[in-house]
């Protein structure tokens, strides 16, 4: 089935046409700057990459630019798949977009404000423009709605949490459940407890035990958890307080202190980038080899309470941006994890592929793998499977 999988943010739109059997990509690309003046759109097709200044005044009109290059792609678009970042109390798994699951996109869209109503208008552009098609929604958290009660429940006062919908959601479900899905195949019936670390500019942790969500480190919101490009992760709550009270900073300035202008953008002074943290720190600043540090330490820290959360752990996969593609970033964690029994190989920890691959040495406790993501597949398979059903 060839599938169109659309990624909308607050200023821009990726896309992918993609087919689920083949999981050959005929077309990719991604609108910018969407209501900013200097917007363009990137795309792939064949190989040739391209570039087209245009207009993108909203999201509807970069939705049409979208629809009119793809005409060029000689395949037909069977249906639409929709990453949505929160699905709230509603989606416990994907769902074909209707009247009333539209409604509920926008009715959680306070919990990801910048995010959420843009998806919900271009889930309504594409329903309006090709309405023979069938869109389906795949939100982020629905792999996280099942985690058990005592991981997402928050200590609050029970009628707060339930007039508001306060609780842990989680986040990166859709990846989660891609590395899943690739471990359990490649490793077989070797894998039961799987620590999932997915660390890019965003970052979270998964613990999932024979295909379930036992617990992650995202809580309410993304801020929560890992210490992220430029997110503060986990910090006392009372932080707020204190920078509201005796700072006087508005709680709107804390809201954007804490997740664009903290982590590790914070932490090294330089950069939100790991790469350039990383050339700084070889080149003597202290800042940035603390950063490094720190990082390590709070996903050694984080991972180990994932593995409480399951009693235990058989398997750790690296994944994104960082996991990928930094062996550096890799050893510093598994350095921080020796004591649980982590020994990667560091020839099999630098070498770059595209496949899933094993990087522990034959005696460690914990089964080491570097697997690459892929988010638009695991949207475009949730298509096939709903429209099949």
């Known amino acids: 089935m060839n599938v169109l999988v659309v990624n909308a943010g607050s200023s821009s739109l990726k896309y ?11 077309a990719k690309g991604n609108c910018e700057r969407i209501g900013i003046e200097g917007s363009f759109i990137g795309h792939t097709e064949n190989g040739e990459k391209g570039t087209l200044e245009v207009a993108l005044p909203d999201h509807r009109t970069a939705i049409k630019h979208v629809f009119d290059i793809l005409k060029t792609v000689d395949q037909p678009i069977e249906g639409i798949g929709h990453r949505v970042v929160q699905g709230g109390w509603y989606f416990p798994d994907s769902a074909i977009v209707t009247d009333e699951t539209l409604a509920q996109v926008r009715e959680v869209a306070p919990l990801a404000p910048l995010h959420n109503y843009a998806e919900a208008d271009v889930i309504e552009i594409c329903r309006d423009m090709f309405p023979e098609l069938t869109n389906v ?55 039961h407890k799987l620590v999932s670390c997915h660390l890019g500019s965003g970052a979270s942790l998964c613990a999932i035990e024979d295909g379930q969500c036992m617990d992650t480190t995202m809580g309410l919101t993304p801020l929560d958890g890992l210490i992220m490009g430029t997110r503060t992760g986990t910090i ?37 980038d790991t790469r350039d943290i990383e050339e700084a720190a070889n080149a003597g600043d202290e800042n940035c080899a603390m950063a490094m540090e720190m990082f390590f330490y709070r996903t050694a820290q984080l991972f180990a309470e994932m593995a409480a959360s399951m009693e235990g752990v058989d398997t750790m996969a690296f994944t994104a941006g960082i996991g990928e ?65």
């Open 16 to 26: 992918q046409l993609l087919n689920t059997e083949t999981r050959e990509v005929f």
């Open 137 to 191: 929604i795949v939100p982020d958290t629905a792999f996280h709605y099942n985690m058990p009660e005592h991981a997402w429940r928050y200590a609050l006062p029970r009628d707060v949490v339930d007039k508001y919908h306060v609780r842990k959601y989680g986040a990166h479900g859709t990846s989660h459940r891609f590395i899943w899905r690739t471990v359990h195949e490649f490793m077989g019936d070797k894998t």
């Open 236 to 272: 006392d709550p009372a932080t707020v307080f204190y920078l509201n009270r005796v700072g006087g900073y508005s709680i709107d300035e804390i809201d954007t202190m804490m997740n664009k202008k903290s982590g590790m953008l914070a932490l090294s002074g330089r950069s939100s």
């Open 325 to 389: 593609n930094s062996d550096t970033y890799r050893q510093g964690v598994a350095d921080r994890l020796a004591w649980m029994g982590v020994k990667i190989d560091p020839e099999l920890n630098k070498v770059r592929s595209d496949d899933p691959r094993v990087i522990s040495t034959p005696d460690s406790a914990i089964k080491v793998l570097v697997v690459p993501t892929n988010e638009e597949l695991m949207i475009a398979l949730d298509v096939k499977r709903l429209i099949e059903a």
